[in-house]
């Protein structure tokens, strides 16, 4: 018996046959996947509504982000990078004829990078205009190791050369200037390579330790560095001093800037004299117009951190160069040693008056109040232009005296909570004379009188501390014994806390020196004093018990005598120092 559907059946099948005849006569009409699929995503991307500025730049930041994040693996990504790093700089970027090189380029130089299958790198070369095409091995190497980072500093620092505002000729000789005073500064740091000590290499030769132009990345000239800089604290160990390392220390990067119109050198100014006795001395020529030409830029020194400096040594590089700092504003000056310490501390936009420096060592815990003298004032530098090589000695002379002294300062500067006991606390007063002079006033840790250590810091390579203390033994160190070894120790650390650490830690040893030879003498009897009576020796290992509510008032009245001494030894000073009177003095507490 053969089964058959029903009625309503019948009619679902007569119309799903209609809608497949209909589907098979119309399916000529339709196009491929691939076509709708990319007329799908060209619809997509249609421009519908006008997009702001500010969410543009949010959805190129995203997008960048996001391309930084992909690894880079094959060479469509790698196209992609340097795409992306170009339209971040406002560099052109596009593809050569054979399909494997790329370039990047703005109106005055391109770079050509001639890439691999795989997306290595297999060349990159650089052509300045007016000038021969050639390799680029610092541009090669950071894209082979894909820092892309150094990449994009390299581009900058290139494109930033032409950044003058001046037509297409006048900008391609800017590079020729920039050439030619590396060339002679190149010369001046030939003369140094009979110094073989980097210390004295860096810190005493007219340009400090010099390290050419490495494709993007400007010549660099290191001028100082301090031996906190060469602490490496994650193994904890002091590095030696090296001219090879380029990140430590206080430098500079010589460059360009657009300014008003100057007369630049287009060829090299400085020759070398030779004398009868074989010293070589460098010869500066004069500007003339065959070894100039008129650009509306100039000469840069940008350091490589902002410095606090003296508004004084400020107008001596003026003074120099003939040119104003443009990045300093004089008016804006504020009191030195404030800005030294703001801009030492992790946080430099809060209040630091009243405050004292609180320093932690391994066997002593200092206190240092700084005193401000009204005549050193100071501003933030970050540049300074010049036109002539003969400035970089100057600059770099005044440069290196800011930065010794700014570093012995911040070394009072500790980021440790406030000790708890201020019953061991040596407390200090550090008054600047001047950039080169500094006072610190403190009470003598065995005798009962103010001691005072002068820094002379005019010679970086042979540091003073002069020490000023009255000895009441025949037995205690001498005057000039003290003041040679606290030179020593300074010349070794540049800091302070640890000059005065080991300071301290000389008179301790001398008189416990002094008071076991005594009691050797005396056969622990009791010792005379000469008019403060006898003091018996007792048990040397023993102090006497001394009340604990007394320790409190012993630690307040060393506090009190130690004002009232220098207080008092600053009357005295003042009516005897040769050096005249004193200024007033406005007292702020750090």
Known sequence: MSSSGTPVDKVKQAQCDMLMEKLKTKSSQYKPFFEMAKALRMTILEKRYAIDNVERSHLQKCLDVLQQS???????????????????????FMAGQSGFDWFISSDMFYLEVVLEASGNVKDVKIHHEGRDQQSCEELIQCLQNQDFNDFSVQLESLTSIYQLNAE??????AFAALQSLEADLITLASLQNNIKDP??????????????RRGGHAMMLTYFVSPYDLLDLKNKISKPLSTDSIDIGYSVTVSMESSGVHKLQITTLVTVNVNPSGKS??????????????LPACFVLKLSKPIPMAVSLVKKIQAVTEM?????????????????????????????????????????????FLTENPSL????????????????????????QQALFNSLLTSCIRHTAKPADFED?????????????????????????????????????????????????DSSPTTVETSEFASKVLQRCFSIPITMRSLIKSWQSASAKNSLNMSLLNGGGSLSLGGLGDISMGDPGIEPATPAGSKKLECFCSILKFILINRALRCQKMALTPRGKLPNKKYHYY
Do not use: W
């Open 70 to 92: 992909i690894k880079v693996n094959s060479l469509q990504a790698m196209v992609e990078r340097l795409e992306s790093i170009s339209r971040q700089l406002g560099l052109k």
């Open 168 to 173: 297409k000729k006048v900008k391609s000789k």
């Open 199 to 212: 210390f004295f290499l860096i810190h005493k030769s007219p340009v400090g330790a010099l390290h050419k």
């Open 281 to 294: 001395t460098p010869v500066y020529g004069a500007s003339t117009p065959q070894n100039t030409t008129p």
């Open 324 to 368: 104003e700092c443009t990045t300093s504003d004089l008016s804006s000056a504020c009191p030195l040693l404030s800005l030294i310490i703001q801009h030492g501390s992790d946080k430099p936009d809060e209040s630091v008056s009243n405050k004292p420096l609180f320093v932690s060592l391994p066997d002593q815990n200092h206190c240092y």
């Open 377 to 400: 004032e100071g501003i933030l530098v970050t540049s300074i232009p010049f036109t002539h090589p003969s400035h970089v000695s100057q600059i770099l002379l005044y440069l290196r």
């Open 425 to 473: 606390l040596t407390m200090f007063e550090i008054t600047p004379l001047s950039v080169q002079h500094l006072s610190i006033s403190f009470e003598h840790p065995v005798e009962e009188s103010l001691a005072t250590a002068e820094l002379d810091l005019t010679d970086i390579g042979a540091l003073q501390c002069n020490v000023f203390a009255a000895s009441t033994t």
